[in-house]
């Protein structure tokens, strides 16, 4: 029972770390706008502040979930039994021929 919460929580922790991974691009997305704007004086399109809205909220609403789905099955490091344990047969390691 021990390692299933600390899978758990390893999935969660990866869920929160992806949001945050996600808010610091966004977030540095951001400031290069305000740079571009402000202080190059560049004129950006209309269009380019809808695009960036609705990439960052396409971002927060879908990128958890996929994290998740992944944590729950294990393809994420520290949420499932590690795949050389889990599957197939012990594999006895052999030593080279000594040559003489």
């Known amino acids: 029972m021990a390692s299933t919460t600390r899978h758990l929580l390893a999935g969660i922790a990866w869920v ?3 949001l945050l991974a996600w808010i610091i691009i966004c977030n540095a997305i951001v400031r290069l706008f305000m740079y571009l704007v402000n202080e190059r004086q560049m004129k950006l399109p209309a269009w380019s502040d809808t695009v960036f809205n609705w990439t960052g ?4 609403v879908l990128i958890p979930p996929a994290v998740a789905i992944l944590a729950i099955r294990a393809y994420l490091p520290g949420t499932g039994k590690r795949p050389s344990t889990s599957r197939g047969f012990a594999v ?3 030593q080279p021929p000594v040559a003489e």
């Open 57 to 60: 909220i396409a971002g927060i």
């Open 16 to 18: 929160i770390g992806s």
């Open 92 to 94: 006895e390691h052999s």
